[in-house]
């Protein structure tokens, strides 16, 4: 005989499973990084409140580029700030995106003396975006858009 008070499984149960499930939480703790990250130091190559921005530009690229070493900070906030976003939007291509863009700040960096400890920092971040990439895959799958 079946009791009236049985309980039957909640809604807020898979919720708060997935909640639990450690890869979950790596997924949502780098998911928050590379939204974040990205967005704050874009804007911040507007301001150079942080830090200097045109200070980390190697002389050749300047070279390549059009305009000052500010004019090219500019753009590169705003290529940050979309990256930020796609994070924020579309975390499988977001990532990979942003480990794209590091890869190329770890050429430019490796290409001006002294700023080899920022591109070993940076190598670490592009590591941890491909991990948010691939963690995207399982968490942020095609049956969740």
Not at 39 to 65: Q, S, T
Not at 126 to 130: F, G, I, K, N, R
């Given at each position: 005989?079946?009791?009236?008070?049985?309980?039957?499984?909640?809604?807020?149960?898979?919720?708060?499973?997935?909640?639990?499930?450690?890869?979950?939480?790596?997924?949502?703790?780098?998911r928050?990084?590379?939204?974040?990250?990205?967005?704050?130091?874009?804007?911040?190559?507007?301001?150079?409140?942080?830090?200097?921005?045109?200070?980390?530009?190697?002389?050749?690229?300047?070279?390549?580029?059009?305009?000052s070493g500010?004019?090219?900070?500019?753009?590169?906030?705003?290529?940050?700030?979309?990256?930020?976003?796609?994070?924020?939007?579309?975390?499988?291509?977001?990532?990979?995106?942003?480990?794209?863009?590091?890869?190329?700040?770890?050429?430019?960096?490796?290409?001006?003396?002294?700023?080899?400890d920022?591109?070993?920092?940076?190598?670490?971040l592009?590591?941890?975006?491909?991990a948010?990439?691939?963690?995207?895959?399982?968490?942020?799958g095609?049956?969740?858009?």
């Open positions: 005989m079946s009791s009236a008070t049985a309980s039957t499984p909640s809604a807020a149960a898979p919720g708060r499973a997935r909640l639990a499930d450690p890869g979950y939480q790596a997924f949502v703790i780098l928050t990084a590379f939204t974040v990250a990205p967005i704050l130091f874009g804007l911040d190559k507007f301001a150079n409140l942080l830090v200097d921005w045109p200070a980390y530009l190697a002389p050749w690229i300047n070279d390549l580029v059009p305009g500010q004019a090219a900070m500019y753009a590169v906030g705003v290529i940050e700030v979309v990256a930020g976003i796609a994070v924020a939007l579309a975390p499988r291509f977001g990532a990979w995106l942003v480990a794209g863009w590091l890869a190329g700040i770890i050429v430019n960096l490796l290409t001006i003396p002294d700023y080899y920022i591109a070993l920092r940076d190598f670490g592009l590591l941890a975006a491909v948010l990439a691939r963690l995207a895959e399982r968490y942020h095609r049956s969740e858009h």
